[in-house]
Every structure is written in C-alpha cells, then in structure tokens.
C-alpha cells in the first residue's frame, strides 16, 4: 500500500512539488520506461479533487494498468510524482489472484491491523462483508462463490485493510452481466455513502459502465485527457466507432 503524499521524482530526491492537499489522488507528470525502451507512460497527469467513481478508458497499451501499479505503489515512476490522500488498494480483473485464505473472513482478516483486538478485527470483517452485500458469509469457503462474490470479496478486503482510493482495473471483465450489475452497483454504493464516501478509479473496456460514473476520461499513449461525464464519454467513443 502506498504510503500517504508519498512523491517520487527521477533521482529519488523529495520533490519540492506540492500537489492540492484536497484533492483525493495527484498524479503529476509522471513517465515510465520499460527496460526495452518502450513509454508506457510520458509525462501523465491525473487529478481526482473529490471521492466518487471515476472511470478511465483505453486501447490496451495505453498504460492504464501501469499507473494503477504506480499508484499502488508495486512500480516507481521514473519521473513525476504521485500523492494520495487516502491509502491505496488494487482490485484485480481475476479476484483468484488476490484471495489467499479458505475462508471469507479469515481473508478478509489480512488486512486489518493486528494491534486491534480480535472482537474489534471480527466486527470489522463483519462490517466490511456488509457493505458489499455479503453477510453472514465470514466462515464460507471461497471456493464456494461465484465469480462475482468473489469480486465483491475482494474490493470487501480492500476495505478492510483501511484503504479509502479503490483502484479497479476491469473488475467486472471475467463476470456474466448480472454479476457485473452488481459489482458496479456496490462500488458506487460505496462511492456515494452519505457517511464515508470513498474514491474509487475504474478502468473498464464496457463503454455501458460509463453511464455510472461521476467523471470520465480516455488514456491514449501513456496520457489521460481532460475528465468528462461518462455518458458524454460514452456517446463520443460509440459515435467514433460508428464513424468507422
């Protein structure tokens, strides 16, 4: 998880740059070389000033997946800086590759920290499958779920390891559409609590996704262009493909 406001600038110097304390997620001008020579990503900039879902859209190569990596802090950029004001967790398309233990609630227990007591940890577990419309489920065996419970299951263990910036990178692409209904459903739920609403950033090929989202933006060759509505998004990206 990345730690938070933490910047990183070309010769791993602090970065005399102060990005907008408020804004939820800052990414300034940050680029990333693969050994090959190849830019997966020049001079990219990203700001999300406020929680909400958010959704980013991109031809594969475009380098979305790279800079979730980056936010997440699993690769440092080569140049720029990326600030958080929340901490960070990545969901990924196949929630297979992120859920460890037999049991829901004993994976869901690896992510919170172990100075609570173990009443306090089993609330929290509880609480967390809740929110993602899975209760009572703590002591069922994951390989009992479907495949959107186990998504749901997944951004649930990103909950609980206290992380307010979702990073999704096409969670619902291995779902049936009624699973993907429902995880979209959740995570803006999530977005939009009246209490405690988080930020969460989606990267999704599903132009109908578009529709739910709060802003909108298209990434092409390593750059994010200006946030839009998802419907404008969507109605621009389907008339373009029309177009051809």
Do not use: Y
Not at 155 to 166: C, D, H, Y
Not at 217 to 224: D, E, L, P, V
Not at 225 to 238: C, I, N, S
């Amino acid at each position: 998880m990345r730690k938070l406001q933490q910047q990183v600038v070309a010769n791993g110097l602090a970065s005399p740059l102060i990005p907008d304390q408020d804004a939820e997620l800052h990414v300034d001008s940050v680029s990333h070389c693969w050994p090959n020579g190849d830019h997966v990503l020049n001079r990219c900039n990203l700001t999300i000033q406020r929680p909400g879902l958010w959704m980013l859209v991109g031809s594969n190569g475009s380098g979305k997946s790279t800079l979730f990596r980056l936010i997440a802090g699993l690769l440092q950029p080569q140049s720029g800086s990326i600030a958080c004001k929340k901490p960070a967790a990545l969901v990924f398309q196949n929630p297979d590759h992120q859920l460890l233990l037999p049991s829901c609630g004993s994976d869901l227990l690896l992510g919170i920290r172990s100075s609570q007591s173990m009443d306090q940890r089993r609330d929290k577990v509880e609480a967390c499958l809740d929110q993602l419309g899975l209760h009572g489920l703590a002591t069922r065996p994951i390989h009992t779920l479907s495949g959107g419970q186990k998504q749901r299951l997944a951004i649930a263990g990103a909950l609980a390891s206290n992380a307010g910036l979702l990073l999704l990178d096409e969670p619902t692409a291995l779902l049936d559409p009624k699973s993907q209904r429902t995880v979209l459903s959740a995570v803006h739920n999530l977005c939009h609590d009246p209490t405690s609403p988080i930020t969460a950033l989606w990267i999704t090929h599903r132009l109908d996704e578009l529709n739910e989202a709060d802003g909108a933006a298209q990434m092409s060759q390593g750059r994010i262009g200006p946030w839009t509505t998802g419907r404008e998004l969507r109605q621009r990206l389907q008339s373009g493909r029309s177009d051809r």
